[in-house]
């Protein structure tokens, strides 16, 4: 019988990682395992998934989700599927084909967008899986459990693929909405100190 588990949650909450080593498992116990990322996501490398903590896997690149079912080899049972957040609605009707021909589809995504907004198509697939696991990173700005993804550069895009340092982890007390104004503040706020340290 087939089925669907998420994984959710923000950026360095170890995603990639928890989905690597649910696939590798699967591998130790002989299953045929398939993964799947989009091709816009190339920020490391075109044929692996790769953690930020550089542990890797080999992946298939696909540029939507129904790729994802041309590229299935009729002998694959269980399928990882990682960024899934940026394959849109289709992925919804894809894992469930899936799912019920009788695949253990793993979807690992971003929850919440870069506003702190519901991320599509997650939300729905969190509703549709078997299994949720939302993984936290740490706030890098308190330490403290964080499930937000701030962005550190100004733009209004929804997909912004993550340069190096144009993101980090913070949660629900730290996170400021699109770019942080408060960096801004803090600039401000050295400036004016220093104006008015007597010398
Ligand atoms: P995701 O897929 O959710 O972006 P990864 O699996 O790629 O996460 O990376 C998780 C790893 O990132 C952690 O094991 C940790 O070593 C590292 N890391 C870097 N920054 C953070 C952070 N702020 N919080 C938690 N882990 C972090
Ligand atoms: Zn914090």
């Not at 929850?111 to 936290?136: C, N, V």
């Amino acid at each position: 019988m087939g089925w669907i588990e998420a994984i959710c949650g923000p950026m360095f909450s170890g995603k990639s990682e928890e989905l690597i080593r649910r696939l590798r498992r699967a591998s130790i116990a002989r299953k045929q395992v398939q993964v799947f990322k989009p091709a816009i996501d190339t920020r490391y490398s075109g044929d692996e998934i790769v953690t930020h903590d550089d542990v890797r896997m080999g992946s298939e690149s696909v540029n939507s989700a129904e790729e994802i079912l041309a590229k299935l080899h009729w002998r694959t049972q269980v399928i990882g599927i990682d960024e899934a957040n940026f394959f849109g609605q289709p992925l919804l009707e894809v894992a469930n084909q899936l799912a019920d021909s009788g695949k253990r589809v793993i979807v690992a995504g971003l929850d919440t967008d870069y506003m702190g907004r519901p991320f599509p198509p997650m939300p729905d697939l969190l509703a549709i899986a078997e299994s949720i696991t939302k993984t936290l990173a740490i706030c890098v700005r308190c330490g403290n459990p964080a499930k937000h993804t701030q962005r550190l550069v100004d733009s209004d895009e929804l997909i912004l693929i993550g340069a190096t340092g144009a993101y980090e982890a913070r949660c629900r007390a730290c996170f400021e909405p699109g770019f942080p104004r408060q960096e801004l503040l803090d600039f401000a706020a050295i400036g004016q100190s220093s104006a008015t340290v007597p010398d």
